[in-house]
């Protein structure tokens, strides 16, 4: 068996060895120290034998010492030849005891001591009473029985000595031996206690183990129907495919997403291979095999599938796969979701898309085409405005002031068109921002200049601190930072009927997050605090009262607040109705290097230069309004200036063709040929040619954004937007019929 196979074994077991283990060596524990105590003790009881037996023979050697005297003084005595027997016995005897101990106090080195010498005096004694066997009987008792007496008394003295230290250390073995046997009774009893507790332990840890095993068989069963009900209950399908072995698991939600109960091809892989739609088939069965060899991380893939009924069904299919040695998969294991409602929901919202986005370009197309049908009439109305206004010498002050009315009724038309115009870019997010270094203080003035004439009109005292700005370079668009404050400025004038506006501007912040502030107050109507919101909604007015007393079409303010939004700032307001109201706009200043200073300025006195002389030069008309025409026709004749008119792109073409002009003044809207075809073919056949360049002015009543693009790509050189303003364009066709033409190219 292979020590991988032995794994799963060890895991199983390894909880009951350890068991096993654990009372082991308890009872080892307990068995040793048995052992060790007994042996102790053992011990003991040799040592105690052996003392006593020391003790005994001490004893036993006292009694024949007397007797061998007492034989030997009875012979001295009498001359009895028994006592002679007596005293031999007891010689012997002694001689025999003196052996004994010898042996047994061979590793007693004290006692060895004592025994030798106590021999000694028994050798004496011995000698002593062995010579005086031969001795008359009266004599000679005196001298020998007195040596041998002190003979006698140092052996007893000797034997006692010899007692003595034998019974002490029999005493000490004996005391020993209790406190041995005491020491392992308690040893034991801890011996036990500590196996018992362990025991418990054991019992404890094996009662908790099988516990958390019943937990977990049980949670793992509880968890089988928990997975079993959410498979049944979940609308996701789920399949396994064994690789190796080209079998395959389907789950009944899986089957029954498909309408089957059991799939034609049952137990394969083929089984969901036949059902795959034919376009999706190889994309699928590619992306199978790009994750099973580890081509790409995760499989997932949304395709579609034949159902029982023959329609085909959207599925989202997501799996894991098991890996062998190899970093091949063998095993795959994941979920099918049906999405079809899903993607009819997509397809749904593409359409709407589709249909929203038609709609966009619809409203664009119409926005530009009321765009051009306004400004068209609208050119002609304010071409003819300003043509009055340069001629009014001639008139009385009724007719001077219908001109004046007709400019200013112009002048607001334009406006309103731009507003609406403007709104609309920002709101499609097609209005893009002029980002240049500008001078703050020039704009400032310019809008001095502007209110200044209205402020004093209505008798409104009007201020404008820029001193925190003066001399400085911002960069940004100063037209839109204009507009702004041209609406809030205006605003505040029109709604003031009487007393002050005042404009104050500072910087705030540091570095990075400095601020531009333009505080606009007034002294006017007010407005209430509930109101706040609705004044930068579009074409709302916080009172409709207001809009029928004070006019305006309510764009200005939403209009600046988007501007402002779109260069990183804010417009925040603060009123009281009757009291005034406080318009404050920041937005990032971003300065700029001022530029430099020439070093000496030229004492020169600059004249205004006088117009080219033009009436050698030829000027072709293309536009299709009458009132345009007239218009172009009066400036130019004004300008002594010779030109020719084409009512349509096409004839515009074949007048270009047949006579060579210095300028074209071409329209973009126009019947049979547009004017950027016509622009297009121009160049073109200048290319050809390799003749001189034409200049051409584009003027469309087209103003949203991309129209501007759209006529420098089709070949204009300048585009200007209608209406036209007369001096804007007289500036520009004196510098294009001054300047000298190019070669085509």
Request: glycine share 8%; with cysteine; hydrophobic share 40%.
């Amino acid at each position: 068996m292979t020590p991988t196979a032995l794994l799963p074994l060890i895991r199983k077991y390894r909880n009951y060895a350890f068991f096993l283990l654990m009372i082991l060596c308890s009872f080892g524990t307990i068995a040793g120290l048995l052992t060790t105590g007994a042996k102790a003790v053992d011990e003991q009881i040799i040592w105690i034998e052996h003392s006593e037996a020391v003790v005994r023979k001490n004893q036993d050697l006292m009694p024949r010492i007397e007797r061998m005297l007492a034989s030997a003084r009875g012979y001295a005595l009498s001359g009895d030849r028994k006592f002679i027997d007596g005293y031999s016995t007891a010689k012997a005897e002694i001689s025999d005891i003196l052996a004994d101990l010898a042996k047994l106090m061979q590793n007693v080195p004290a006692q060895q001591g004592r025994l030798a010498e106590m021999q000694s005096y028994f050798i004496q004694y011995a000698k002593r009473l062995d010579a005086q066997e031969n001795l008359p009987p009266v004599a000679h008792r005196q001298t020998p029985a007195v040596t041998a007496e002190m003979l006698r008394d140092d052996m007893i003295r000797m034997n006692k000595d010899i007692l003595l230290d034998a019974q002490k250390t029999l005493g000490d073995y004996r005391m020993k031996m209790s406190e041995q046997r005491a020491f392992n009774r308690h040893r034991l009893l801890i011996a036990c206690l500590v196996a018992s507790i362990l025991f418990m332990i054991i019992n404890a840890w094996y009662l908790a183990a099988r516990i958390g095993r019943d937990n977990a068989e049980k949670n793992l069963v509880e968890s089988e129907d928990a997975f079993r009900l959410a498979i049944e209950g979940a609308s996701d399908g789920f399949f396994e495919w064994n690789f190796a072995r080209d079998r395959a698991f389907y789950s009944k939600q899986y089957l029954a997403m498909l309408g089957y109960d059991d799939l034609p091809v049952t137990g394969s892989l083929q089984g969901m291979n036949d059902l795959l739609h034919p376009d999706d088939k190889e994309r699928v069965l590619g992306q199978i095999e790009q994750y099973r060899s580890g081509e790409i991380g995760e499989y997932l893939a949304v395709f579609r599938m034949r159902h029982k009924t023959g329609r085909w069904i959207w599925i989202n299919a997501r799996g894991r796969a098991l890996y062998d040695s190899a970093g091949i998969a063998y095993r795959l294991v994941g979920a099918h979701t049906d999405i079809t409602h899903i993607k009819a929901y997509e397809e749904k919202l593409e359409k709407a898309k589709e249909r929203a986005e038609k709609a966009s370009r619809a409203k664009t197309e119409f926005l530009a085409h009321m765009s051009h049908e306004i400004r068209t009439p609208l050119t002609a109305i304010s071409g003819i405005a300003e043509i009055f206004e340069g001629t009014q010498a001639g008139l009385d002050a009724r007719q001077r002031q219908l001109v004046r009315t007709l400019s200013s009724s112009t002048a607001s038309l334009k406006d309103l068109i731009n507003d609406i115009l403007d709104f609309s870019k920002i709101e499609s997010g097609e209005l893009d921002l002029v980002e240049k270094p500008f001078d703050l203080q020039g704009l400032f003035e310019q809008v001095v200049s502007i209110f200044s004439v209205k402020a004093s009109e209505k008798g409104i005292r009007f201020t404008f601190d820029y001193n925190a700005v003066r001399g400085l370079q911002m960069v940004g668009d100063s037209v839109r930072l204009r507009q702004i404050l041209i609406n809030l400025i205006g605003n505040a004038i029109k709604f003031t009927p009487a007393g002050r506006v005042a404009v104050v501007t500072r910087r705030t912040g540091e570095g990075e997050t400095e601020q531009l502030r333009i505080d606009v107050q007034d002294s006017g109507i007010g407005i209430s605090p509930e109101n706040f919101s609705l004044i930068f909604e579009r074409f709302k007015q916080a009172d409709s009262s207001v809009s029928r007393k004070y006019g305006g079409t309510g764009l200005g303010l939403p209009i600046s607040l988007r501007l402002a939004r779109l260069m990183g700032g804010d417009i925040m307001v603060e009123s009281k109705p009757a009291e005034g109201s406080l318009f404050t706009l920041i937005i990032p200043l971003r300065l700029s290097e001022p530029a430099p200073l020439p070093d000496s300025e030229p004492d020169v006195e600059i004249e205004a230069g006088r117009p080219p002389d033009i009436r050698q030069k030829r000027v072709l008309i293309v536009d299709d309004y009458e009132g345009n025409i007239v218009i172009l026709s009066y400036l130019l004749d004004g300008m002594k200036c010779p030109y020719d008119i084409s009512r349509t792109g096409k004839e515009g073409l074949d007048k270009w063709l047949e006579t060579p002009y210095d300028l074209v003044l071409m329209d973009v809207q126009m019947p049979e040929m547009d004017g950027f075809t016509a622009t297009r073919e121009i160049r073109r056949i200048e290319k050809e040619r390799g003749g001189l360049r034409t200049p051409i002015i584009g003027m469309t009543a087209h103003a949203l954004v991309g129209d501007k693009e759209q006529c420098i790509q089709a070949g204009m050189d300048l585009y200007l937007p209608k209406p036209i303003v007369e001096a804007e364009l007289r500036a520009q066709i004196y510098e294009m019929l001054g300047s000298a033409r190019v070669t085509a190219s």
